[in-house]
């Protein structure tokens, strides 16, 4: 994965970490060449299309003949009106899916994407819906996004998968040029996975799902950064699965955006049905959170933010007593900046 320029349409998102001086550098651009225009680039764009079903959020992922998954993508044709016209005709011709709530996530614009030196942009999107099946001209599925980072879901406590990838990252911390670049390894990876080291001290962040894909590439410990090493050694077991070209680093990108927003805006109602209880709402913010929530807490300030109201109606889907079913008041955007959920710092890990 070369070295991206990337562009962002708000501030929110997790940046990505500062790179170590120490690994490869980036092929420089021919200097003997001669100078002239670059000629226009190819514009590829690539959806991210997110839902929750039950306790399980889900990515729209698409299967290769190579046998790689790959998200909704497509480029940018002529008769497309925008980007996101663009974006919207893909996804709907591979996988019949219609998107609601969309949001550019980044540009990435490397020299060496495109075909033949080329230099080529992509775009990602984030997109929110409730599952449907998908159909269309691609063998596409809905999948979750745990498959393709298992070490992100900590509902259940600390992932046996980091046990498997710490020697790795231990390993490639001692590798460093120099003690005070190994040292710099071990904070980096302390402060993205948490524990202790380097004479520091950290614990688990859910937004940090970038970094820790971007460490654990740099460290060679996932499939992509092999096969763009051209190294024939398979990636650990645990490395979660494999996507074409950049299109996992896509993926950190979207959760690390929803992780965050979730907490300032109430976007998790674009992925929940018109009624839903309660528990419904906590389980849907745990499952893209990977943290489980204090109950009560929770209860109570969905109820202060007054996010939702009653609708009238029980379910008794929930096993046991009805539950009262309750539904998002739209009103609340236009009485104020709506705030999210909120996730662990205000609520408190269950």
Known sequence: MAASTLTSPSDDTPRTPAPDTSAPAPSAPDLAAPDGPEPGPAIGLSAVIVAVTGDDPKVLAIRHADGREALPSGPLERGHRTLETGLRSWV???TLQKLGYVEQLYTFGDRDRGEDGRRALSLAYLALVREARPAGDADAAWQSWYRYFPWEDWRDGRPAVLDALEPGLRAWAAAAANP??????????????????????????????????????????VAEALRERGSARPAPG???????EDHRRMLALAIARLRGKIKYRPVVFELMAPGFTLLQLQRTVEALAGVRLHKGNFRRLIEQQRLVEETGETTTETGGRPARLVRFRREVLLERPAPGVRLPGGLGRR
């Open 180 to 221: 005070r670049m190994g040292e710099m390894r071990a904070e980096r990876v302390t402060l993205c996975f948490g524990g202790s080291g380097a004479g520091h001290e950290a614990g688990w962040n859910e937004e940090r799902v970038l970094e820790r894909y971007e460490l654990l590439y740099e460290a060679g410990l």
């Open 238 to 244: 645990p490395s979660g699965v494999e996507m074409r």
């Open 92 to 94: 709907e011709r591979q």
